[in-house]
């Protein structure tokens, strides 16, 4: 099964859920504070997400850092990596 189903089928760690995009605190995490944000909807490419799509992705994004920052009380320092 898919990493991010299993994560998604088990509801535990799922900080964001729109209709086109999921952020969530993966159980083999690798670092400390890793999130993973990603389409719900597999895709080749960020270009190839529609409009609905793309927009729900940068929801998800921005709520991660916003929670990141409000854990903090601070701008919160963070690495972006995409694959």
């Known amino acids: 099964m898919d990493l991010l189903q299993k994560e998604l089928t088990d ?31 597999p895709a080749p490419s960020l270009a190839a997400l529609s409009d609905e799509e793309t927009a729900d992705l940068a929801r998800a994004l921005k709520t991660v850092l916003l929670k990141y920052d409000a854990l903090w009380k601070r701008p919160f320092p963070y690495i972006l990596v995409v694959h």
Request: a positive charge; one cysteine or more; hydrophobic letters at 50%.
């Open 11 to 41: 509801d535990k760690r799922i900080i964001y859920r729109g209709a086109h995009a999921v952020a969530v605190l993966p159980v083999c995490a690798r670092y400390p504070y890793e999130v993973w944000v990603a389409p719900v909807r």
